[in-house]
């Protein structure tokens, strides 16, 4: 497929392609905003989340999420007393890795804070006809794995409703249908980079995804609008599902958008597709160990001369992951960002330490993961 932002990425290694299937390249945040027709999350829009929240949550604190599209009016309609629910969701093309329980860790946050529904999607559709290998029963287990990592990190049944595609697609198809007969071939293609060696069910299936972002009018006879937590790959998505939504009768599906927690390498996203590089929810205390000491950071060749001349934070992963998840005290984060670039604290520290803060998260995360297999029918989508 070709990509939403570049026409020639082969030419060079580090131009950035950004689509919902890839995601490749030095990610300059700003320039999607321009190029993808986004919002920044400006001060006085964080002030009046703020309102709401009590406390700015890190991730916003923090610009990781940076961008957005209508959040102000869903808070100008939350403010008249009209809600709005949550939708996310999860492609299931093999085990989640940290970098997708980003967005879902700021979800849950606005759950609890707006007190809201959450539909979330599991499009093992999507992974079956974009993927070559794939099949629908790896796509089936890897569905009911990922789910369990939706229930670990907290989100209740009551308010959660887990959709999956492939069993799920009566409540959708209808939806479907009104949203594909909205979008033509050719707006599809220029924004998706479709070609004629593109099968037929990738072409339809965006209809797919925008689906969800409609479904509450459906099952409760309320018609409200969807915010939409999620980094900023799936973007293409909305834009033409904002597009046709008033034509139906809906309110546009509004959005706000998350960075991509880097992976272990030197540059790039957290990928399922690379996993030597990703730190997964189910790996093991060892596994985890070896990643990380192999993990690319911003040190020197020897220790004698990051002690005298100091590392590079800016380039490292490790320093990352504190900032995206593991650091949440913002002066001991500048701190450990001093002494880094001071040549004070040298790679294997930090190393050490950011394996057993991982290590600590995940044997909790795998106890809750062990447990939610316990209830997990409970989120399953009624009829
Ligand atoms: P998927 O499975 O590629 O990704 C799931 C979610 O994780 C986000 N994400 C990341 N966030 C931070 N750092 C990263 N390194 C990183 N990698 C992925 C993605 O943006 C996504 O929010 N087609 C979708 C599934 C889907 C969906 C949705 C996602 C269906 N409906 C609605 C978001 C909102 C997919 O394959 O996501």
Not at 31 to 44: A, D, M, S
Not at 177 to 191: D, G, M, P
Not at 265 to 277: C, F, L, Q, Y
Not at 335 to 340: F, M, S, T, W
């Amino acid at each position: 497929m070709n990509n939403t932002t570049s026409s020639n990425a082969e030419e060079n290694n580090n131009e950035m392609v950004v689509t919902p299937w890839e995601v490749k390249g030095k990610v300059d945040y700003e320039r999607l905003i321009k190029e993808f027709g986004t919002q920044p999350l400006t001060p006085q829009l964080l002030e009046r989340v703020e309102k709401h929240t009590d406390k700015l949550h890190l991730q916003l604190e923090r610009k990781i999420f940076f961008s957005h599209r209508d959040l102000d009016t869903v808070l100008d309609l939350y403010d008249k007393g009209t809600k709005f629910v949550l939708y996310t969701g999860r492609g299931p093309s093999g085990p989640v890795h940290i970098g997708h329980l980003v967005p879902w860790i700021f979800t849950l946050h606005i759950q609890q804070k707006f007190n809201t529904r959450l539909y979330f999607q599991i499009t093992d559709d999507e992974k079956y006809l974009i993927s070559d290998n794939a099949d629908l029963k790896n796509t089936a287990k890897w569905s009911y794995e990922n789910a369990l990592d939706l229930i670990a990190l907290g989100f209740k049944p009551q308010d959660t409703f887990i959709i999956y595609d492939t069993q799920d697609i009566d409540l959708l198809y209808d939806i479907t249908l009104e949203v594909a007969k909205r979008i033509t071939y050719s707006t599809a293609r220029s924004t998706f980079g479709f070609q004629d060696s593109t099968n037929i069910g990738w072409i339809y299936w965006p209809a797919i995804q925008a689906a969800p972002c409609f479904i509450h009018k459906k099952l409760t006879g309320e018609n409200v609008p969807a915010l939409i937590p999620a980094a900023i790959d799936q973007d293409p998505y909305w834009r033409v599902t904002r597009d046709i939504a008033q034509k139906l009768g809906y309110y546009k599906p509004a959005q706000i958008h998350c960075r991509f927690l880097p992976g272990l390498g030197a540059g790039g996203k957290m990928s399922a597709s690379m996993p030597e590089t990703s730190i997964f929810t189910i790996d093991p205390p060892d596994v985890v160990k070896k990643k990380i000491w192999n993990a690319f950071t911003g040190g020197k060749g020897t220790a004698a001369e990051q002690r005298k001349t100091g590392a590079d934070p800016t380039v490292c992963s490790i320093f990352q992951y504190y900032f995206f998840l593991f650091e949440e005290d913002t002066a001991k984060l500048a701190e450990r960002e001093r002494k880094c670039r001071g040549g004070e604290m040298l790679c294997g520290e930090c190393k050490k330490d950011i394996a057993e803060k991982l290590n600590g998260f995940l044997k909790a995360h795998q106890e809750r993961r062990e447990k939610a297999k316990d209830v997990i029918d409970q989120y399953h989508i009624k009829r």
